[in-house]
């Protein structure tokens, strides 16, 4: 039997150069980037989620960016679906698919699947949306602690999405989710997996996250945080991310303009250590200690990549 076609997964946290990682591979190998960030996904917001430039998206094919308006949403289980479609697209071309993003939980429903769980409800999540409004921050990851308390501490207090989603099925299904997690996982059949993780030190990372997040406001974040909620209102679910959450927060007066950027800072770097809590559970990770922009990881995961690729793949 032929090899199984190869698919690149570039992991780690938020700053470590995963877009230009991936940029070398797929230039080098004939690739084609899927996204695997969460906020990625929407369109219109573009400051405060470090996308690949157009520049840099003129250079390879890119897919599953800027797919969804921002009053909607997409599940993990939607992405997954979206990218598996994508990935069998980019075999039948003889290209290597290179997932990359910081968002684990897609990454888990692509290459692992996710349990069948139930049906979204609008008016479950959003009588669980109102109920969080008169209540106030905090409501909705005290509620998930006491339905499901390992589900509420995978989940950060502030992301309502994934909290709403977590309620609901333990609501409509009378069953904890961690312990749905457990049942009916379809994994990625087709492809052999090479997960390459970036591993910067952590001073460096939080030196580089701190500049980026400073940067983000010099370039206009809080005047696309204005015209997003004038458009959306609270329709718009990324307002709630990482430098939106503090730009609405200086639009409202609450902070001023460096509050707003130190815990924007501050924001980005606890997102950081989350990150690689989760992906350290990540089965078989090669992990790299260095950003993905340095010449000396890039020609380290190169090597790695051209060692594992399938033999219709190094034709090309």
């Known amino acids: 039997m032929p090899e199984l076609p190869l698919v690149v997964a570039v992991l780690g946290p938020t700053g470590s150069g995963k877009t230009a990682l991936s940029l070398a591979f797929a230039e080098r190998f004939h690739g084609e980037i899927v996204n695997c960030d969460s906020?990625?996904?929407?369109?219109?917001?573009?400051?405060?989620?470090?996308?690949?430039?157009?520049?840099?998206?003129?250079?390879?094919?890119?897919?599953?960016?800027?797919?969804?308006?921002?009053?909607?949403?997409?599940?993990?289980?939607?992405?997954?679906?979206?990218?598996?479609?994508v990935l069998e697209e980019i075999r039948s071309r003889g290209n290597l698919?290179?997932?990359?993003?910081?968002?684990?939980?897609?990454?888990?429903?692509l290459l692992e699947g996710l349990f069948p769980g139930p049906q979204r409800s609008e008016k479950l999540r959003e009588r669980l949306r109102e109920r969080a409004r008169e209540r106030g921050p905090g409501y909705l990851h005290r509620l998930l602690t006491r339905l499901?308390?390992?589900?509420?501490?995978?989940?950060?207090?502030?992301?309502?999405?994934?909290?709403?989603?977590?309620?609901?099925?333990?609501?409509?299904?009378?069953?904890?989710?961690?312990?749905?997690?457990?049942?009916?996982?379809?994994?990625?059949?087709?492809?052999?997996?090479?997960?390459?993780?970036?591993?910067?030190?952590?001073?460096?990372?939080?030196?580089?996250?701190?500049?980026?997040?400073?940067?983000?406001?010099?370039?206009g974040l809080v005047e696309e945080t204005r015209g997003l909620i004038e458009k959306y209102g609270d329709r718009a679910w990324p307002l709630s991310s990482l430098g939106y959450r503090q730009a609405t927060q200086l639009l409202r007066g609450e902070i001023d303009r460096e509050t707003a950027i130190a815990n924007?800072?501050?924001?980005?770097?606890?997102?950081?250590?989350?990150?690689?809590?989760?992906?350290?559970?990540?089965?078989?990770?090669?992990?790299?200690?260095?950003?993905?922009t340095q010449k000396e990881t890039q020609e380290t995961a190169i090597a790695q990549v051209q060692s594992r690729l399938a033999p219709s793949q190094l034709a090309q």
């Not at 698919?97 to 429903?109: C, D, F, Q, S």
């Open 97 to 109: 698919p290179i997932v990359v993003g910081g968002t684990g939980l897609y990454l888990r429903a």
């Open 264 to 292: 924007a800072q501050q924001a980005h770097r606890n997102y950081a250590k989350r990150q690689m809590t989760w992906f350290r559970r990540e089965p078989e990770v090669m992990w790299l200690n260095g950003f993905g």
């Open 39 to 85: 906020v990625a996904t929407y369109r219109e917001f573009e400051v405060g989620t470090a996308k690949p430039s157009p520049e840099e998206r003129a250079r390879v094919p890119h897919h599953l960016f800027d797919i969804i308006e921002p009053p909607g949403y997409c599940t993990a289980g939607e992405y997954a679906r979206q990218a598996r479609r």
């Open 148 to 219: 499901d308390p390992p589900a509420a501490k995978q989940i950060h207090s502030n992301d309502q999405s994934k909290l709403v989603r977590a309620i609901e099925i333990c609501l409509a299904s009378r069953q904890k989710m961690t312990e749905m997690w457990q049942q009916g996982r379809d994994p990625l059949r087709g492809f052999r997996i090479l997960r390459i993780g970036l591993n910067p030190e952590r001073s460096a990372l939080y030196e580089h996250l701190n500049h980026r997040a400073r940067n983000m406001f010099d370039a």
